[in-house]
C-alpha cells in the first residue's frame, strides 16, 4: 500500500509576511550602506538622488532634522561631517563648490534690465595701514591701539563650540547670472538657502570645523514670511545657544547688502582674491551714544571687528570695505564679541559670495588661534 507523502503548507499572516520582507530588506542593503554611505544605498535600491534631492538631504541633515528634533533645538546645531556619510559629504562640496549654483538668465524685454556697476569700494574715513573705519558715532578710537590690544575674548578650549553663526535676514540671496545686468522687479530674496547668505555660512563653518573649532550655524529663517521683528526672532535664538553652550565667545550674523544707485542702476563690490572675483564684505560694530541702548560691550566687539578686519586685508588685499561703526545695536548687546557682516550686495553673484566666505573662513580662524594663544 502505497502512501502519498502530504506536503505541508506554510501560512503566512500579513504581519509575519512584512516583518521577513523587512528582514530581508535590511539583509540585502546593510552592505552597501557600509561601503558606500546611504545615498549610494539608495540608488542601488532602486532610489535615484538628482542633484536638486541631494542638496535637500545634505541640508537636511547638516541642520539636524529628523524625527525625534524639533526645529528650534535643532535649527543649526551642526557638527556636519560627523552627521553625514563621508561619500555624501563630499558630493555636497562638489556641489557647493563647482558652478551649479550659476544658471541661465531669465528671458526678459529690454524695459526690465538694470545696469551692474562692477567696482571696488575704497577706503573712506579713519585708518591705520589698511584698516578704515567709517567712525560715525562721535567715540574717538585709535585703530592701532585697538589692533595691539590683547582681545578681551577668552578662548580656552576652541574644540568647544566658540563660532555660533545666524541670518537675520535669512532669505537673502545672490545673483546666479552674470550679465551686467539685473531684473529690476526680482525680489533680491530666496526661499532657496543654497543660493544666499546661508550658504556663506556654511563655507565658513565648513572652514573652522577643518581647524578644529567648534561652531554652530543656525539656519533657522527669520524674514519670512514676516520680515518685521526679525531681528527680535534672532536674538531668541542668540540667547538660547549662549545659555546652551557658554563656551561661544563670537557671534556673527552674516547678511547681504543691496548698493543702490537708482532703479536701473546697483553696485556690484568686487576684488579679485585668486584671479577670481570674489564679493567685498563690510563689517558692522555697533555701540551706544550714552547708556540708552545698554551696550557696554561695544569696545569689546569693536575689538574683534578690527582684528578680523586686519586678518582679512592680510590674507586677500582690498577685500574689506570700510568697518562701520555706528550707533546701534543688531543684536550685539549680547556679546563681547558680536558683529554683522555684509558679504557682497544683491547684484553679486553667489560665486562671488562663496569665494569671500573662503577667506572669511580662514580669517576668523587665524583670528581665534591668536586669540586661544595669547
Known amino acids: 500500500m502505497k502512501f502519498k507523502k502530504r506536503r505541508k503548507k506554510i501560512r503566512l499572516n ?9 528582514a530581508l530588506a535590511i539583509v540585502l542593503l546593510a552592505p552597501y550602506v557600509l561601503l558606500f554611505g546611504s545615498k549610494h544605498a539608495a540608488v542601488l535600491t532602486g532610489l ?19 524625527s525625534g528634533t524639533s526645529p528650534e533645538e535643532s535649527a543649526g546645531e551642526v557638527s556636519f561631517a560627523d552627521r553625514l556619510p563621508q561619500v555624501v559629504v563630499s558630493e555636497i562640496a562638489e556641489i557647493q563648490q563647482s558652478d551649479g549654483r550659476m544658471g541661465q538668465p531669465p528671458d526678459i524685454p529690454d524695459s526690465r534690465k538694470g545696469e551692474i556697476l562692477q567696482m571696488h569700494i575704497e577706503g573712506a574715513g579713519e585708518n591705520y595701514g589698511s584698516i578704515w573705519v567709517k567712525n560715525e558715532t562721535g567715540n574717538e578710537i ?13 578662548i580656552t578650549d576652541k574644540s568647544l563650540p566658540t563660532v555660533l553663526i545666524y541670518h537675520t535676514h535669512t532669505t537673502e540671496a ?12 526680482n525680489t533680491d530674496r530666496s526661499d532657496d538657502l543654497s543660493l544666499g547668505v546661508c550658504a556663506v555660512g556654511d563655507v565658513v563653518a ?20 514676516m520680515y518685521s521683528g526679525a531681528y527680535k526672532r534672532s536674538a531668541e535664538t542668540i540667547r538660547h545657544y549662549l545659555g546652551k553652550y557658554p ?81 546701534a545695536q543688531y543684536n550685539q548687546q ?12 544683491d547684484v553679486n553673484t553667489i560665486d562671488d559670495a562663496l569665494n569671500s566666505a573662503t577667506v572669511l573662513g580662514d580669517a ?11
Open 206 to 225: 565648513r572652514r573652522l570645523q577643518s581647524a578644529g573649532i567648534g561652531v554652530i550655524h543656525d539656519t533657522k529663517v527669520y524674514d519670512s514670511p
Open 142 to 154: 585709535d585703530i592701532r591701539e585697538i589692533l595691539e590690544s590683547p582681545s578681551p575674548l577668552d
Open 48 to 66: 535615484s538622488f538628482p542633484q536638486g534631492a541631494l542638496r535637500y538631504y545634505g541640508s537636511m541633515h547638516e541642520r539636524g532634522l529628523s
Open 14 to 22: 500579513g504581519r509575519t509576511a512584512a516583518y521577513l520582507f523587512f
Open 174 to 185: 545672490f545673483m546666479t547670472y552674470d550679465t551686467g545686468w539685473f531684473d529690476i522687479e
Open 364 to 374: 576668523l580662524v587665524d583670528v581665534i588661534e591668536k586669540i586661544h594663544a595669547q
Open 247 to 327: 563656551s561661544v565667545k563670537i557671534v556673527l550674523d552674516i547678511h547681504r547688502d543691496s548698493m543702490i544707485r537708482n532703479k536701473k542702476l546697483r553696485i556690484r563690490p568686487t576684488v579679485k582674491v585668486n584671479g577670481k572675483n570674489a564679493a567685498q564684505i563690510m563689517i558692522i560694530s555697533g555701540c551706544e551714544d550714552d547708556s540708552s541702548l545698554e551696550m557696554p560691550n561695544w569696545r569689546d566687539n569693536l575689538n574683534l571687528a578690527i582684528k578680523l578686519q586686519n586678518a582679512m586685508e592680510n590674507l586677500a588685499p582690498g577685500i574689506m570695505r570700510p568697518i562701520s561703526f555706528k550707533i
Open 334 to 345: 549680547y556679546s563681547s564679541g558680536g558683529l554683522l557682516l555684509e558679504v557682497g550686495t
